[in-house]
């Protein structure tokens, strides 16, 4: 064994901490030009990508092994090309999804709630928490080979980011975009909080209607309703028809009845009443849906809440207070079947609001609740997008994007929680309020020393939408907010478009006067292998760490980039990392031979001349890389991947490799050219796929580079630095004008080899068996002896009896002919098969096809194809029709 020879297989379970404990201990992941270095050069351009922070509580799944392979794909390929790149790492508090962790591990270990507990205490043990569980999801991202700048590492509850938080807030509330007021929410009963519109979710459910009567005062007539949410007849402010409805004009201006409590309620005309919807008459609840309120603005009506925090009815629902909501459903349309006030109840498909944390049936509540005045935000986010400052990658989610800003409401930013951002207001008891960057002692109006803090915390997404300028300091004006700020891109899932990127743009925009990065790229969701969802009911879920564990990193990586486009979902199964892990292994086995060819070398051999493989492997390694270039810079990363994996599996591997061990055989000048092209190209191939498998790429990498070093050969490796994570990406060249023809003469080559290996598995010649081949040329027949042994080599002939000739003056007998373009080649089949055997088993096989013949022929000349189904005939010809082209195929074999 050489001192360069790779192991036999690649043991990704050792090598893969091995090469990340190397890469951080040398610094690799640090921006090469840091602001707060003396040697700092602000000429050099930075490429900074923020983490979408994942929530402290979290574990690894599939969405977060998707964007950190994206990402890491993305902050590789700038590193190698010269940015002084930083990937900001970080995670989120994620307000109610921990403050639950938290809740359910007290009530599971001290069988007590959060209430008895107390605030401070419960604050205390939620930091305790995220100190236990924090780390595991770096740890876990760290696995996935992630290149962040683990120095930066930022928290949106650490000191800075609070900072950062306060000051956005006091700075909202200043110019008047921030107030506090009633207004209609989501109200989440489980949670006791409200919820933003981003955190319902509607899903399509099986529903009851329920028609009942609503009585005009002062007579027996009725309009009749129909509603799925009895239990908010309680709430009942009008009753709202079609102003054009002939049916119900008579009853405009009248008053109705609210079933059971008696109130009078007055009949009112509104356009937005669908005729034909319903029994064409609504009531409604100002209090409890958001098109009700609507109209309750329009006509002055009052507005009831009939619920209280925990969804039961209240001391407006009358009998019925304290009754939960589904119970109070229940009484009262008993009661109102009691009083002869029901129609009928039917069956209904409708979408029912469902909170994404809990699951539960969200309600729509009037709520004292604090707001961002969104419009003039909204407004400059959509002018970025819209003038091209931002781009939106892939374009079509522009049309979302501005959808979803030109139809903004105001966004309700306060949550009744105690994980979080405190709402830095201070009341005294005369109500004032003191808003401020720091602690007050007193109240900023009366000069009370009696002040007590807002109870609410900030939604999850304040904070967060900060994150590209708060990690780096904001609002101080840090070394590197000047340097790394404005971020070059931001990679996330489309799903979370306007729950994140939206709101970015707006603050960023907001605090910092400039777009917060110039590109938004978007991943699509990760599905199981048939396209499914994933889901823990289903059982499909993929566990990225289980997957690291079979196949290593870069396997599932791969899998993930190549399989993936920008803004679409991505399938991925065990067997796609499977083959993946084999693509490795692949590498590996290739980078093995390239090292013993090194190793092989002879000090002081001379390169001998080119050769067509040589020649034809540069055309095809540097079409690559202006393909893999062009393909970086439209965001088409799984198109670049599977045409890098192309070319090491099929160009390379297959082909090149398998010509190189006939000029390495050959030794001398001819030897070392074959192998510093072997060297050369290899380098090549691993720089371009480093981003997509980092592990196995460094690992052949470092020894290639050792191998070369101590070799003939070490001019190569003169300016390249110690590790590949550094070392420079391929930079595309423009064609030298010899490309052309040589990859065609090439292509000549590899169409005659894969012909005649078709024909041998055809015929079922076993790979030892060498045999013979006349060719006649043409043209080509220089080109074609010149090649003879690599042809001979790849197309298992014999080569003393290969016969290349410009035409041959007698075709040969027994042969079988394939015609490449204008070279024909003759096979003689008593070389390449025993004639009788191959005749017997041929005579064989026509027999069999004629009995189908003969069979099928009198089925259907009989009564069958009067009497079948014609598809069942048609099927029936078809078969006949196939056994007869068979036979023919057969008959002229044998002639």
């Known amino acids: 064994m050489t001192r360069q020879e790779l192991p036999k297989a690649y043991d990704f379970k050792s090598t893969e901490p091995r090469i990340y404990a190397m890469w951080e201990a040398g610094g690799f992941f640090k921006p090469h030009n840091d602001p707060n270095k003396p040697d700092f050069d602000p000429s050099i351009k930075p490429f900074v990508i923020s983490i979408p922070p994942p929530n402290v509580t979290g574990e690894l799944h599939i969405g977060h092994a998707m964007f950190v392979s994206v990402e890491d794909l993305m902050i590789r390929y700038h590193r190698m090309k010269g ?38 205490k419960f604050i205390a043990r939620t930091w305790e928490w995220k100190k236990k569980y924090g780390g595991m999801i770096y740890n876990q991202i760290r696995r996935l080979g992630a290149s962040c700048d683990w120095d930066r590492e930022r928290f949106t509850l650490d000191e800075g980011l609070s ?14 975009l921030i107030y506090r007021g009633p207004r209609l929410i989501n109200w989440s009963p489980g949670l006791k909080t409200a919820v933003s519109d981003l955190e319902v979710e509607y899903t399509e459910e099986n529903a009851n209607l329920y028609y009942f ?29 079609h102003p054009e409805d002939e049916r119900f004009k008579k009853f405009i201006g009248k008053k109705a009845i609210v079933p059971i409590l008696g109130r009078e309620i007055p009949v009112i005309a509104d356009e937005y009443v669908s005729m034909d919807f319903g029994t064409g008459a609504l ?25 209280d925090k925990e969804a039961k009815i209240n001391e407006n629902g ?33 979408t029912i609001p469902r909170s994404q944390r809990g699951g539960e049936i969200v309600e729509p509540m009037i709520s004292e609740q604090w707001f961002v005045k969104i419009e003039t935000l909204a407004n400059a986010g959509l002018d970025v997008v819209r003038d091209g400052r931002i781009k939106i990658v892939p374009e079509r989610f522009e049309k979302t994007y501005f959808n979803w800003l030109e139809n903004i409401k105001d966004w309700c930013i306060s949550r009744q929680l105690w994980w979080g951002h405190r709402i830095p207001v201070w009341y005294c008891p005369e109500n004032h309020m003191t808003v401020t960057r720091e602690d007050p002692t007193q109240c900023a109006t009366c000069g009370s020393k009696e002040i007590h803090q807002d109870e609410d915390v900030l939604d999850t997404w304040f904070s967060s939408g900060l ?53 938004v790229y978007l991943h699509g969701l990760v599905r199981d292998e048939h396209g499914h969802k994933m889901s823990k009911t289903k059982g499909n879920v993929l566990d990225p760490l289980i997957v690291i564990d079979e196949f290593g990193t870069d396997a599932l990586r791969f899998t993930m980039l190549v399989g993936s486009t920008p803004g679409n979902d991505t399938n991925v199964g065990v067997k796609k990392v499977e083959a993946n892990r084999n693509f490795a292994n692949k590498i590996w ?88 092209t072997l060297a050369r190209v290899f380098d090549m191939s691993l720089r371009l796929l480093h981003p997509f498998t980092p592990f196995v790429t460094e690992e052949i990498w470092g020894h290639l580079h050792s191998a070369l070093r101590e070799s003939p050969l070490n001019e190569i490796c003169k300016d390249w630095p110690n590790a590949l994570i550094v070392a420079k990406f391929p930079e595309p060249r423009d064609p030298e004008g010899w490309e052309e023809s040589k990859l065609a003469e090439f292509a000549l080559i590899q169409d005659i080899v894969r012909s005649i290996r078709n024909l041998r598995a055809e015929k079922n ?6 045999i013979a081949v006349s060719i006649s040329a043409g043209a080509k027949a220089d080109l074609l002896k010149d090649q003879s042994k690599a042809i001979a080599s790849l197309a298992g002939l014999d080569l003393s009896l290969l016969n290349i000739q410009t035409s041959l003056t007698e075709k040969p007998k027994d042969a079988v002919a394939l015609v490449i373009g204008s070279v024909e080649v003759y096979i003689p089949l008593a070389g390449m098969i025993d004639l009788a055997d191959e005749k017997a088993r041929l005579e064989k096989e026509l027999k069999e096809a004629e009995s189908h013949i003969q069979r099928l022929e009198n089925l259907l000349g009989g009564d069958f194809a009067n009497k079948a189904p014609a598809a069942l005939v048609a099927k029936e010809r078809e078969k006949l029709n196939a056994y007869k082209d068979t036979a023919e195929k057969i008959k002229a074999q044998l002639k």
């Open 163 to 176: 900072r950062a938080v306060r000051e956005a807030f006091v700075r909202l509330y200043e110019k008047g």
């Open 765 to 770: 010649v076993a790979p030892s068996k060498k």
């Open 467 to 519: 994150w590209p300028f708060s990690t780096l300091g904001w609002p101080e004006q840090t070394p590197d907010l000047k340097y790394f700020y404005p971020t070059s891109y931001m990679e996330t899932g489309y799903d979370i478009l306007f729950f994140w990127v939206a709101r970015m743009i707006m603050t960023g925009l907001e605090f910092t006067e400039v777009p917060p990065f110039h590109t």
């Open 83 to 120: 940015y002084s790149t930083l990937w900001v790492p970080g995670s989120d508090h994620a307000g109610i999804a921990t403050q639950l962790m938290v809740e359910r591990d007290l009530l599971k270990t001290e069988e007590i709630t959060r209430e008895e507990f107390g605030r401070e």
């Open 283 to 307: 009531k409604i609840t100002p209090g409890h849906d958001p098109n009700d309120y609507a109209i309750a603005q329009r006509h002055n009506l009052p507005i009831i809440s009939m619920l």
């Open 589 to 676: 086995n290739a980078g093995r031979f390239v090292i013993s060819a090194i190793d092989g070398l002879q000090p002081g051999s001379e390169l001998g001349e080119y050769t067509l493989a040589d020649s034809w492997i540069w055309a095809r390694l540097q079409g690559l890389v202006r393909d893999v270039e062009r393909q970086f810079q439209n965001f088409q990363y799984g198109q670049a991947g599977q045409q890098i994996y192309d070319f090491i599996w099929s160009d390379f591997a297959d082909w090149y490799v398998e010509i190189a061990k006939q000029e390495l055989a050959e030794g001398g000048a001819r030897a070392a050219r074959a192998a510093d």
């Open 213 to 241: 009567k609503y009585m005009i005062a002062g007579s027996d007539e009725f309009i009749p309703v129909a509603t799925i949410r009895p239990e908010t007849i309680l709430g009942d402010t009008a009753v709202a028809v």
């Open 318 to 350: 009358g009998q019925y207070k304290g009754q939960d909501r589904f119970e109070a459903r229940k009484n009262l349309w008993a009661d109102m079947k009691a009083a002869g006030l029901v129609i009928k109840t039917e069956p209904y498909r409708t």
